[in-house]
């Protein structure tokens, strides 16, 4: 656990944390049932995008 302190610290474990979640989520779906929405959405929005951004956030503090 990061010190309350360090912003950039406490960023980072919930950036991991929250992957980590998302990527026990769709641990053995097949891609496709990755990509397809599960509820109707904005086409504008799509998760492997969310999953792009957060990973390039991620990557800038590891």
């Known amino acids: 656990m990061a010190d309350p302190g360090d912003t950039n610290a406490v960023l980072h474990d919930y950036l991991r ?8 989520k769709l641990d053995g779906l097949t891609e496709r049932e990755a990509r397809l929405p599960r509820i109707a959405t904005n086409p504008d929005r799509d998760w492997p995008a969310y999953v792009a951004k957060l990973t390039s956030i991620a990557d800038r503090f590891s």
């Open 17 to 24: 944390s929250a992957r980590e979640a998302l990527l026990w």
